[in-house]
């Protein structure tokens, strides 16, 4: 693979550089992008960064055909954005649910006029979008999920539980997986995929507070609420061919699957190793073990950023993402699970440090992190689950 940028590449790169500079509000760079959904961000906080997108025709979904308000961008094309928005510590986008998970599925499975319905609004973000999958014990076995779609005249009605309903709370629709066939053979069958407006009667949406107190996920309830059915996306009780593809994109678009967040965070070991005392009139990063991890760190994620550009080529051809792209949530997750263990450790006492003073904003980020890291292992897919998929879909070893 030859990453180099060719004469057209590199103008494009400069494009992208100069849009940047000149669009995106100072305030909005050198965030660090796996920390924009803490509690000081609100929605409102990001408004420039889509309006300055919407000024630039199809950047808002730039890997959407153009036909359907997309840029349509060639590999990479989308390579080069992402490298330059995320090197400037841009915000990702808020509504991933929409673009880059849902927006897809419906370019291949929705009809016509759920396209014209909301591919163009969710585009613009006039329509916010939360993910209906996850129940109590439907969880990484989510084939085991109960919510249940009966049939009723002009529709279906949806009775049961999700949970971990990620910003349920204020998204003006949903995308969800039901039993529509409790009588299926096989639990992967009988499941229909649908999209519901959130303020449908019979709703209800309670929070769920993470252990630093930031209200992301919900828990959610549904008595009677009522699809009609034009709601349905794809095909009735097919709907778990649908689900496959879908999580396909919201692994790949994981944060932690993100190189360039690893190589960011990496970078802040080095910095504090340099910046601490290791003793005998030394700093930390005279110590040969430590600089021998950091390298195995960075290897590692040049590991992870190789194949996540075969990945991003696949897609910016119009190809699916297949089960390989199970490893880019799991291994970027364990990864980086590793790195802020050992920030931690660079940082001594103020590693554990919750709240910005006395030390800085960094330790408390550091800190937060390290609580909330371990449920990154086990939502959306655990990472048992997902390395046996992978080894049956993608290495054809038996199950």
Same mark, same amino acid.
């Given at each position: 693979?030859?990453?180099?940028?060719?004469?057209?590449?590199?103008?494009?790169?400069?494009?992208?550089?100069?849009?940047?500079?000149?669009?995106?509000?100072?305030?909005?760079?050198?965030?660090?992008?796996?920390?924009?959904?803490?509690?000081?961000?609100?929605?409102?906080?990001?408004?420039?960064?889509?309006?300055?997108?919407?000024?630039?025709?199809?950047?808002?979904?730039?890997?959407?055909?153009? #036909?359907?308000?997309?840029?349509?961008?060639?590999?990479?094309?989308?390579?080069?954005?992402? &490298? &330059?928005?995320?090197?400037?510590?841009?915000?990702?986008?808020?509504?991933?649910?929409?673009?880059?998970?849902?927006?897809?599925?419906?370019?291949?499975?929705?009809?016509?006029?759920?396209?014209?319905?909301?591919?163009?609004?969710?585009? @613009?973000?006039?329509?916010?979008?939360?993910?209906?999958?996850?129940?109590?014990?439907?969880? +990484?076995?989510?084939?085991?999920?109960?919510?249940?779609?009966?049939?009723?005249?002009?529709?279906?009605?949806?009775?049961?539980?999700?949970?971990?309903? +990620?910003?349920?709370?204020?998204?003006?629709?949903?995308?969800?997986?039901?039993?529509?066939?409790?009588?299926?053979?096989?639990?992967?069958?009988?499941? +229909?995929?649908?999209?519901?407006?959130?303020?449908?009667?019979?709703?209800?949406?309670?929070?769920?507070?993470?252990?630093?107190?930031?209200?992301?996920?919900?828990?959610?309830?549904?008595?009677?609420?009522?699809?009609?059915?034009?709601?349905?996306?794809? #095909?009735?009780?097919?709907?778990?061919?649908?689900?496959?593809?879908?999580?396909?994109?919201? @692994?790949?678009?994981?944060?932690?699957?993100?190189?360039?967040?690893?190589?960011?965070?990496?970078?802040?070991?080095?910095?504090?190793?340099?910046?601490?005392?290791?003793?005998?009139?030394?700093?930390?990063?005279?110590?040969?073990?430590?600089?021998?991890?950091?390298?195995?760190?960075?290897?590692?994620?040049?590991?992870?950023?190789?194949?996540?550009?075969?990945?991003?080529?696949?897609?910016?051809?119009?190809?699916?993402?297949?089960?390989?792209?199970?490893?880019?949530?799991?291994?970027?997750?364990?990864?980086?699970?590793?790195?802020?263990?050992?920030?931690?450790?660079?940082?001594?006492?103020?590693?554990?440090?919750?709240?910005?003073?006395?030390?800085?904003?960094?330790?408390?980020?550091?800190?937060?992190?390290?609580?909330?890291?371990?449920?990154?292992?086990?939502?959306?897919?655990?990472?048992?689950?997902?390395?046996?998929?992978?080894?049956?879909?993608?290495?054809?070893?038996?199950?």
């Amino acid at each position: 693979m030859n990453i180099n940028d060719t004469p057209e590449e590199a103008a494009f790169r400069a494009e992208v550089r100069e849009w940047i500079d000149k669009e995106i509000p100072p305030h909005l760079k050198g965030l660090r992008q796996e920390v924009v959904m803490a509690p000081e961000h609100t929605n409102d906080d990001f408004v420039p960064i889509w309006e300055a997108l919407g000024r630039k025709p199809g950047w808002l979904a730039p890997a959407w055909p153009e #036909e359907v308000g997309g840029a349509g961008w060639n590999a990479m094309q989308m390579i080069i954005y992402e &490298e &330059e928005y995320t090197r400037a510590g841009i915000p990702q986008n808020r509504n991933m649910a929409g673009i880059g998970n849902l927006g897809p599925i419906l370019i291949k499975y929705g009809t016509p006029e759920q396209k014209a319905k909301y591919l163009g609004p969710t585009m @613009r973000r006039d329509i916010y979008w939360c993910q209906g999958y996850s129940e109590p014990n439907a969880g +990484s076995d989510l084939a085991s999920l109960q919510l249940r779609a009966d049939p009723t005249e002009g529709g279906w009605l949806l009775n049961g539980q999700k949970i971990w309903t +990620s910003r349920a709370h204020f998204a003006e629709m949903m995308f969800l997986l039901a039993r529509t066939d409790p009588t299926a053979k096989k639990k992967q069958e009988g499941i +229909s995929f649908f999209i519901l407006d959130m303020k449908t009667p019979g709703i209800t949406v309670r929070p769920l507070l993470t252990i630093d107190d930031h209200h992301h996920f919900n828990e959610t309830f549904f008595e009677n609420v009522f699809v009609p059915t034009e709601g349905l996306v794809g #095909e009735l009780n097919k709907g778990w061919t649908v689900a496959k593809a879908l999580l396909g994109y919201e @692994r790949f678009n994981s944060v932690m699957a993100n190189p360039l967040v690893h190589r960011r965070a990496t970078a802040q070991i080095k910095e504090a190793a340099r910046e601490r005392s290791g003793g005998n009139g030394g700093v930390l990063w005279d110590d040969v073990a430590l600089r021998r991890r950091v390298a195995e760190f960075e290897m590692a994620g040049d590991a992870l950023a190789y194949t996540r550009y075969r990945g991003l080529t696949a897609m910016a051809r119009g190809q699916q993402p297949g089960p390989e792209t199970q490893v880019f949530k799991f291994f970027g997750t364990e990864l980086f699970k590793q790195v802020i263990e050992l920030h931690q450790l660079v940082l001594g006492p103020e590693g554990i440090a919750w709240e910005d003073e006395p030390f800085g904003h960094e330790t408390k980020v550091v800190a937060r992190h390290a609580a909330n890291i371990r449920a990154s292992s086990i939502r959306g897919g655990t990472t048992e689950v997902q390395k046996n998929v992978l080894a049956k879909r993608t290495l054809g070893l038996p199950g």
